[in-house]
């Protein structure tokens, strides 16, 4: 990876992405070099219930899950600049999805079908996974809301390899960000994202 790590933000940075995307894990790495907290959404989540992810999901269904993930992301982007990992459902909901642009620059970690399949198959805590063919359900979470993740102020793909490499190309894409929104103010148009 080369260069410096651009400035820290003003701003929270928040991943979005399915599950598998190595949103937790690049983000740690990202929070590290920008000199950041980095917050796990769904650890939060856990915290703030005193229950797994999975328990919640089982004693209260999914509605109730998002209703308190819409809470928890609130208050966390009302907080001190960090790098914040979403849930996989977290950006699909348009309250959050208006909070983050507002308050925070988002970055979708795209991911193929098959990389993320391979990555799923660690883990057996993914609720959403839990009956069914995991290949059908995670092509069916793809056609459904990669077109919502494209929304996000950043795209990058979420690399097979080291994670060094996909952080270098996040580090490199918030420079470009910057810059771009550096531009566009003094073109007089929105300045959002010239803090970020």
């Known amino acids: 990876m080369s260069g410096a790590a651009p400035p820290a933000?003003?701003?929270?940075?928040?991943?979005?992405?399915?599950?598998g995307a190595g949103k937790s894990n690049i983000g740690r790495r990202l929070a590290a070099r920008l000199h950041l907290s980095f917050v796990?959404?769904?650890?939060?989540?856990?915290?703030?219930?005193g229950a797994t992810i999975e328990e919640i999901f089982e004693r209260h269904g999914e509605a109730?899950?998002?209703?308190?993930?819409?809470?928890?992301?609130?208050?966390?982007?009302?907080?001190?600049?960090?790098?914040?990992?979403?849930?996989g459902g977290a950006f699909m909901d348009p309250e959050t999805r208006a909070r983050i642009r507002t308050r925070a620059i988002s970055i979708w970690l795209r991911a193929d079908l098959e990389l993320l399949l391979t990555r799923?198959?660690?883990?057996?805590?993914?609720?959403?996974l839990k009956d069914g063919d995991r290949r059908a359900i995670?092509?069916?979470?793809?056609?459904?809301?990669?077109p919502i993740y494209a929304e996000a102020d950043i795209i990058?793909?979420?690399?097979?390899g080291p994670p060094e490499l996909t952080l270098g190309q996040i580090l490199a894409a918030l420079k470009a960000f910057r810059a771009d929104a550096a531009t566009a103010c003094a073109d007089g148009a929105a300045c959002r994202g010239v803090r970020a």
């Not at 796990?40 to 219930?49: L, T, V």
């Not at 799923?120 to 959403?128: G, K, Q």
């Open 138 to 146: 995670l092509t069916a979470l793809i056609e459904k809301r990669h």
């Open 9 to 19: 933000p003003s701003r929270s940075i928040v991943l979005v992405g399915l599950m």
């Open 156 to 160: 990058v793909d979420s690399i097979d």
């Open 120 to 128: 799923v198959a660690r883990r057996d805590n993914r609720p959403l």
């Open 64 to 87: 109730y899950f998002r209703a308190g993930e819409r809470r928890v992301i609130a208050r966390l982007l009302d907080g001190p600049p960090h790098v914040l990992a979403a849930g």
């Open 40 to 49: 796990d959404a769904d650890a939060e989540i856990e915290a703030a219930a």
